[in-house]
C-alpha cells in the first residue's frame, strides 16, 4: 500500500509540472497509475518517456528495498553451532558474533564468548539479552528457528550434511554479512587444497577405513559406537583421503554399530574421534587400548588404530582441509601430500 501511495504521488507531481509549463490537459486518473489526456491537448511525447522513465527507476528501488538487498548488515550475531562459529571469525566478521553455543570452543577468540545453549535446548531468555541482529543455525534444526521467529528475531539456516553444503555455508554467511568476496576467496582456497590432496593419492590402494564419530569411554570395554555411513561429509573425506568408507550399509548417516560389527567390518584403518563428547579425560594411549579386545579385526593387528582428540576432524567447517590432509597423510605416509596453507 505504501508503495502504491508513493507512486501515485510522484506520478501527481510529474503531471502538476506539465501543467504548470501550459499543458493543463494533463489530467490524473482516479488510480493514480494512469495519465489521460483531453481531446484538445496531450503531454508531449518526450516528456510522457521522462515521467515513464523515473516511474520504473523509482519501482526499481522499491522492489530492492522490498526483497532485502538494502539491508544492512547485521552489527551482532548469535551463532548456534560450531561450524557456524568457525565460519564467522574465518571470514574476519567474530568481532561482530556476541553469543555462541556450549559446544562451540575455536577459534580462541570465541571462548569466551556468553553461551546461550545449545541447537537443541537454545536458552531463548540469553539470546534476547543479546539484543542479536541475527541468529545462526543450521537447517536441521527448524524447531528453534520457527521459536526465534516468533520472538521477533531475524535468522539464517545453513546447511552442513556435506563438502559442498560447507562451500554454500561459507557463501550465504558471507552475503549476509557483506563479506561475499572474502567468502569466496576462502571457498576456492578450500577447493584448491581438496583437489591437491585427492590429485596426490589417486591410483594408490585404497584401505577400508572406519571413521568413529562417537563413543562412550568411560569405560575400559567397547561399548555401543558411532560411525561415519555411506553417504555425507565424512564418507565424502575418506574417498578425497585415499581411502574407502568400512562401513557402506544402510542409509543412515552415523550408523550405530557393537564391537561384533566391528569384527564384522574387519576395518584396516580405525581413526576415533572423541573429543566432541568432552569426554576424553584419559591419554590417547589409554583410549587406543580400548580397542585391543578387538584382537581379530585387521587395524588392530596392524597396529593402525588412532585415536585423535581434538575437534578439527568434527566440524563441517572451513578447517576440513586441514583435517583432509591429516587424514590422507596417515592413510598414505609414503605420498607427497601438500599441506594446506594456514
Given at each position: 500500500?505504501?508503495?502504491?501511495?508513493?507512486?501515485?504521488?510522484?506520478?501527481?507531481?510529474?503531471?502538476?509540472?506539465?501543467?504548470?509549463?501550459?499543458n493543463p490537459g494533463a489530467e490524473l486518473n482516479l488510480s493514480g497509475m494512469v495519465c489521460e489526456k483531453k481531446r484538445e491537448s496531450s503531454l508531449p511525447l518526450f516528456s510522457r518517456f521522462a515521467v515513464l522513465a523515473g516511474l520504473t527507476c523509482f519501482s526499481l528501488v522499491v522492489l530492492l528495498a522490498v526483497s532485502g538487498h538494502t539491508r544492512s548488515v547485521p552489527a551482532r550475531i548469535v551463532s548456534l553451532s560450531p561450524n557456524v562459529t568457525?565460519?564467522?571469525?574465518?571470514?574476519?566478521?567474530g568481532d561482530r558474533v556476541t553469543g555462541i553455543s556450549r559446544y562451540c570452543d575455536y577459534p580462541p577468540g570465541a571462548v569466551g564468548l556468553p553461551r546461550v545453549g545449545g541447537l537443541v535446548d537454545p536458552d531463548y531468555e540469553a539470546i534476547i539479552s543479546l539484543q542479536p541482529d541475527l541468529v545462526i543455525l543450521?537447517?536441521?534444526?527448524?524447531?528453534?528457528?520457527?521459536?526465534?521467529?516468533?520472538l521477533g528475531i531475524s535468522t539464517l539456516?545453513?546447511?552442513?550434511?556435506?563438502?559442498?553444503?560447507?562451500?554454500?555455508?561459507?557463501?550465504?554467511?558471507?552475503?549476509?554479512?557483506?563479506?561475499?568476496?572474502?567468502?569466496?576467496?576462502?571457498?576456492?582456497?578450500?577447493?584448491r587444497r581438496t583437489r591437491a590432496v585427492s590429485f596426490a593419492v589417486a591410483g594408490r590402494p585404497r584401505p577400508r577405513v572406519l571413521l568413529c564419530i562417537g563413543r562412550s569411554t568411560s569405560s575400559?570395554?567397547?561399548?555401543?559406537?558411532?560411525?561415519?555411513?555411506?553417504?555425507?561429509?565424512?564418507?565424502?573425506?575418506?574417498?578425497?583421503?585415499?581411502?574407502?568408507?568400512?562401513?557402506?550399509?544402510?542409509?543412515?548417516a552415523f550408523p550405530r554399530i557393537s564391537a561384533e560389527g566391528v569384527i564384522r567390518l574387519n576395518p584396516e584403518v580405525i581413526v576415533d574421534l572423541v573429543n566432541m563428547r568432552g569426554d576424553a579425560a584419559l591419554p590417547e594411549a589409554e583410549l587406543e587400548k580400548q580397542w585391543q579386545s578387538l584382537a581379530g579385526v585387521s587395524a588392530v593387528l596392524n597396529k593402525r588404530v588412532h585415536v585423535w582428540t581434538d575437534t578439527q576432524g568434527l566440524r563441517p567447517g572451513p578447517r576440513y582441509a586441514e583435517f583432509l590432509y591429516r587424514l590422507a597423510s596417515l592413510l598414505h605416509p609414503e605420498a607427497d601430500i601438500p599441506k594446506p596453507m594456514p
Open positions: 500500500m505504501k508503495c502504491r501511495v508513493i507512486l501515485n504521488l510522484t506520478f501527481e507531481m510529474a503531471a502538476q509540472r506539465e501543467m504548470n509549463r501550459g568457525e565460519i564467522l571469525f574465518a571470514l574476519g566478521v543450521l537447517t536441521s534444526h527448524d524447531s528453534a528457528a520457527r521459536a526465534l521467529r516468533k539456516k545453513v546447511p552442513h550434511r556435506t563438502i559442498d553444503d560447507v562451500h554454500q555455508s561459507i557463501l550465504r554467511i558471507g552475503r549476509v554479512c557483506g563479506v561475499s568476496e572474502r567468502a569466496g576467496s576462502l571457498v576456492s582456497a578450500l577447493k575400559s570395554h567397547l561399548g555401543a559406537i558411532y560411525v561415519a555411513g555411506r553417504d555425507g561429509f565424512f564418507s565424502r573425506i575418506i574417498d578425497l583421503a585415499g581411502g574407502g568408507n568400512a562401513c557402506v550399509e544402510g542409509r543412515a
